[in-house]
Every structure is written in C-alpha cells, then in structure tokens.
C-alpha cells in the first residue's frame, strides 16, 4: 500500500521519492524527477541538480555529474553511457576549458523514465552549440545554463587541437560575447557553481 501512497504523492507534488538502495546523499532541497535500477538493485537518480550514478567497480562510491557538465549521454542496448566533462581551467572572461573523461556505461534492468529525462535534462542546459575547426584540430564552444552562474562559455578541444590555439580563440569569442551581452559572466570560478 505504501508504494501506492508514494506513487499517489509523487504525482500530485511532482517529486519523486528517494528510491531504497541510493548509495548517495542528496542536498537539502534537491528534488528526484526519475529513477532506474541496475543488476544487483543499484540506483541511478536524474534530480534537478544532477545525475546520480551508483558507485562504479573502480571504487568510486555515488556521485551527482551536474547536467551542465553532462557531455553525452546515450541509451542503448539495456544501458545509459555517460561521458562527463571535467573543468580544466578558466579562461579570461569567464570561458570555462573543458576535458572529457572516460565513458561510464550503466547497466539499467528497470530504466523507468530516466533515459528521456536524462536526454530532456542534458539538452535544457545548452543554449548554443557550434564546433569549429582550428586549424590542424577543431573545438565544440557551448553555450551552457549553469545554476547560480547563468550562461557559461564552456569550450572542448578536439583530441589532438593545439591549446594555444584553442584559448587564443576561446578567449576572443568570450569576449565578443560579453560585448554582445550573451557571455560568460567574468569572475565566476570554477567550484563557485551552485550544485
């Protein structure tokens, strides 16, 4: 009968309950918007801060990868693969250098409604996408919906892109848009957003 309650609650307040078995904490306020479940009765959480990934056979315990910072992620084959970005440096002007880690592939046996909210989540946070190539490389610049920090410039290289090249021209189109009124906002460090 309880499950029924929660159903009932979840519909009428549009919040999800913290399924049994989360490996993670959420912060106060955080809200669940969909859930699934992998072998052995791992949680993954899409909340409104994030993506709760279950811990990882690397020992890496639960962990929330803001939407912002959500590169890829795909559904296929039974299974959520997720490729995170780590900020590596700010720029001047408040553009933010992105790299890439390593994929993450989740297993889900009970997917629930977390694939299309994952896909609806990741998409929201982009504003503007472009790639450009850069002489013997290319970059994707993305304009991103960060909380607390409102549109960041975040820019990714290439495999292989010259970095001088990629700041020199990260830095030139940060400050065109801040000219423009649709940049980075200078000052924001990295660490400052708010989860």
């Given amino acids: 009968m309880s499950g029924v309650v929660d159903r009932l609650r979840a519909l009428l307040t549009g919040r999800e309950t913290v399924p ?13 918007v969909a859930d699934g479940r992998g072998p052995r009765g791992s949680v993954v959480l ?24 959500v590169t890829k992620a795909t559904w296929a084959g039974g299974a959520l693969e997720v490729i995170e970005a780590e900020e590596v440096d700010e720029l001047a002007g408040g553009v933010v250098l992105l790299a890439d880690r390593s994929p993450r592939r989740v ?9 299309e909210t ?16 850069l002489g013997d490389g290319g970059a994707y610049f993305v304009q991103r919906r960060v909380p607390g ?8 290289p290439d495999p292989g892109t010259d970095p001088e090249t990629v700041r020199t021209v990260a830095v030139g189109v940060g400050e065109k ?14 660490g400052d957003v708010d989860q």
């Fill in 177 to 190: 848009l801040r000219e423009a009124g649709r940049g980075a906002e200078p000052g924001r460090t990295i």
């Fill in 149 to 156: 920090a409102g549109i960041v410039l975040h820019v990714r």
């Fill in 118 to 133: 994952v896909h609806r989540r990741v998409t929201a946070a982009v504003k503007d996408s472009q790639h450009h190539d």
């Fill in 20 to 32: 049994e078995g989360f490996a993670g904490t959420l912060d106060d306020g955080e809200r669940v």
């Fill in 46 to 69: 899409a909340t409104d801060l994030g993506l709760w990934l279950p811990p990882a056979a690397s020992g890496e315990g639960a962990r929330r990868i803001s939407w912002h910072l």
């Fill in 107 to 115: 297993p889900l046996t009970e997917p629930g409604r977390l694939p």
